[in-house]
C-alpha cells in the first residue's frame, strides 16, 4: 500500500520556525514532483510549494522568502517554516505525482496531512 505521512506539525509562537517531513512508502516505481498544500479554516487548498525531481523549486508568494522546500532522496520531503505568522495557521498536505505498483501511470497521491497553529 502507498502512503504519504507528514510530520512536524504544532503549535508554535508567531516568529518562530517548524519543519515539515513527508516520507513516501510502499512499491514506488517512480516520483516526479512533489509539494506542499495547506488549507486553513474555511478557506480552500491552496498550494504552498513544489518541487520536481530535476530540483526545480516553486513557492507561493506568501511564503517566499520564510519557507523552504527540500528532497532528501526520491520519497522524503520537507518544507522548513520560518518567520511562522498567524496567517501561515492550517493542515498541511504533503503530495506527490507518482508511478506505483498496480498501476500504467502517474496520478496524485494526498497525505493525511498536519496541523500547524501559529499563536500567541
Known amino acids: 500500500q502507498v502512503q504519504l505521512v507528514e510530520s512536524g506539525g504544532g503549535l508554535v509562537q508567531p516568529g518562530g520556525s517548524l519543519r515539515l517531513s513527508c516520507a513516501a512508502s510502499?512499491?514506488?516505481?517512480?516520483?516526479?514532483?512533489m509539494a506542499w498544500y495547506r488549507q486553513a479554516p474555511g478557506k480552500q487548498r491552496e498550494l504552498v510549494a513544489t518541487?520536481?525531481?530535476?530540483?526545480?523549486i516553486n513557492y507561493a508568494d506568501s511564503v517566499k522568502g520564510r519557507f523552504t522546500i527540500s528532497r532528501r532522496g526520491a520519497k522524503t520531503m520537507y518544507l522548513q517554516m520560518n518567520s511562522l505568522k498567524p496567517e501561515d495557521t492550517a493542515v498541511y498536505y504533503c503530495?506527490?505525482?507518482?508511478?506505483?505498483?498496480?498501476?500504467?501511470?502517474?496520478?496524485?497521491?494526498w497525505g493525511q496531512g498536519t496541523q500547524v497553529t501559529v499563536s500567541s
Open positions: 503530495n506527490a505525482d507518482m508511478w506505483v505498483r498496480g498501476t500504467t501511470t502517474f496520478a496524485d497521491y
Open positions: 510502499g512499491t514506488i516505481f517512480s516520483i516526479n514532483a
Open positions: 518541487i520536481t525531481n530535476n530540483g526545480t
